[in-house]
């Protein structure tokens, strides 16, 4: 069992965002239109995490025109490029499946305020500034071997 942990660790995302139900998130999903490829936003409620390891999913449910519209998303998939916390969610339920059965306004999460919000908001820019300095000193590497070669 310890080999396929390894192998999902190596084949999964370094870097996750801190996402917790019940958090308003904008999940950026890669979308192809013929031979285009852009990348669309998805606006909503997390309301459950599945899975463990690379296989791990988080459904996201939003109301568009009324109607109730959720979405399962593969955490550690190729065409989920970033997921990014809007609004931190004060629940104490690890699914939100009553928010099914509710309209207009009663679908309202409860939003967390205080230190523990300030603190996760500052590790997660520090966090983005990392993998953003990581990125471009691999780019800056990637472009003197090409020089060189």
Do not use: C, N, W
């Amino acid at each position: 069992m310890h080999l396929i942990d390894e192998i999902e660790r190596e084949l999964g995302k370094q870097h996750l965002p801190m996402v917790h139900v019940g958090d308003t998130v904008e999940v950026h999903y890669l979308i192809r239109e013929g031979d285009k490829e852009r990348v669309q936003l998805f606006v909503g409620t997390i309301i459950s995490f599945s899975g463990r390891g690379i296989r791990r999913t988080v459904t996201v449910r939003r109301i568009v025109q009324g109607e109730g519209v959720e979405r399962t998303f593969p955490v550690h998939g190729p065409r989920v490029k970033d997921i990014i916390v809007t609004r931190r969610g004060d629940v104490r339920q690890a699914r939100l499946y009553f928010l099914r059965d509710r309209v207009g306004k009663k679908t309202r999460v409860k939003e967390l305020l205080g230190d523990k919000v300030r603190r996760d908001k500052a590790l997660e820019r520090d966090r983005r500034a990392a993998v953003a300095a990581e990125e471009a000193a691999a780019a800056a590497d990637a472009e003197s071997k090409g020089d060189k070669a």
